[in-house]
């Protein structure tokens, strides 16, 4: 264990440099990177920066990611796949992360094309997007998610509640209640030159929207429906 821990402290710099060898308008930087037995990476303190110095944005944060090794897999490969990674309470200022998704977005769609085809689950638990303070108030969205690639298939899905933090008080969730929450489930494949979208499904209250399409190099091109239930509205 020694041995190995010793040796993802040597590589960690090498693989955070490749791993910013993108067109992302952020950069990742890792505090540390540990080994747990038998199969798992432990990796403290990672944040996504933007490049530019001069954008007051605050980093995407994780305080601590942990990912277990397919052992098969990379042997088989030759090279590491991991088949499960946790994020742990995740946190980013609502508007640096949609800026983050909107000015990335081409670039994460192929990021998201160039995965290897290993069977891969990714899970968040706790995030946190917190909302600009108004009238001495904090607010923002509490959630979790869940990411699976298996070969060309994917789904995400997941819930998001608003709270709210009163001057001096504790906090409060006007959307913790089942119905006040925002789910979504969404469902999709790769193609040589496209994402198809199977399926956006998402849900708050009583409205419900469902959609499909496709991303292309150039487009977004989305169908669906949407439905109010009014019962005892």
């Known amino acids: 264990m020694i041995v190995f ?9 090498a693989v955070v440099a490749a791993a910013n060898r993108n067109n992302l308008t952020h950069r990742l930087a890792v505090s540390s ?46 090279e590491l796949t991991f088949s499960s990674i946790r994020l742990k309470r995740p946190h980013a200022g609502w508007d640096a992360f949609f800026d983050f998704v909107y000015e990335n977005f081409g670039e994460l769609k192929e990021i998201l094309k160039k995965l290897p085809r290993a069977d891969v689950e990714v899970r968040a638990a706790g995030m946190d997007l917190s909302l ?35 001057p001096g008080g504790p906090r409060k969730k006007p959307g913790g209640a089942p119905g006040g929450q925002l789910g979504f489930d969404i469902e999709g494949h790769f193609i040589p030159k496209a994402i198809v979208l ?36």
């Open 198 to 233: 199977d399926r956006l499904v998402f849900s708050k209250d009583r409205v419900f929207l469902n959609l499909w399409g496709v991303v292309d190099e150039e487009s977004l091109r989305l169908n669906g429906f949407s439905f109010v239930d009014k019962d005892g509205l």
């Open 5 to 13: 821990n010793v040796m993802l402290r040597n590589a960690a710099p």
């Open 33 to 78: 990177v540990h080994y747990r037995f038998p199969a798992t990476v432990l990796i403290h303190e990672a944040a996504m920066y933007p490049r530019s110095t001069a954008r007051p944005d605050a980093p995407l944060y994780f305080p601590r990611i942990s990912a277990r090794i397919s052992l098969w897999q990379t042997w088989r490969n030759r």
């Open 132 to 166: 600009r303070p108004r009238d001495d108030r904090e607010s923002g969205f509490n959630g979790e998610l869940l990411f699976s690639l298996r070969g060309d298939a994917f789904r995400c899905r997941g819930r998001f509640a608003k709270y709210e933090i009163l």
